[in-house]
């Protein structure tokens, strides 16, 4: 089994920055990819950024060039960190961790992130 516990998220004003982390534990040695989604009330889960176990990365065309996920494995956990600057009003949703393994997917509980314009 494969536990999940973000972090990070909250208000920001339009052009500033916030950090969120998604620490994997537990059975992590098949988790294949790791991943930001985010939810508007009324609207489907969409990838933001994600991260496979090679180090390979995607993003949303929308946040391409202000966003960065990166990984770190370290004290039995996978840490994925998504970097968010230059942040807009259209940011403002919640983000859920999403972790990809061998016996399944497990969703982060969200974290909410809203940005002032």
């Known amino acids: 089994q494969v536990q999940l516990a973000e972090s990070g998220g909250g208000l920001v004003q339009a052009g500033g920055s916030l950090r969120l982390s998604c620490a994997a534990s537990g059975s992590i040695f098949d988790i294949s990819f790791m991943g930001w989604f985010r939810q508007a009330p009324g609207k489907q889960r969409d990838l933001v950024a994600g991260i496979t176990s090679e180090g390979t990365t995607k993003y949303a065309d929308s946040v391409k060039g202000r966003f960065t996920i990166s990984r770190d494995n370290a004290n039995a956990k996978i840490t994925v960190f998504l970097q968010m600057n230059s942040l807009k009003a259209e940011d403002t949703d919640v983000y859920f961790c999403?972790?990809?393994?061998?016996?399944?997917?497990?969703w982060g509980q969200g974290t909410q992130v809203t940005v002032s314009s």
């Open positions: 999403y972790v990809y393994y061998g016996l399944g997917s497990l």
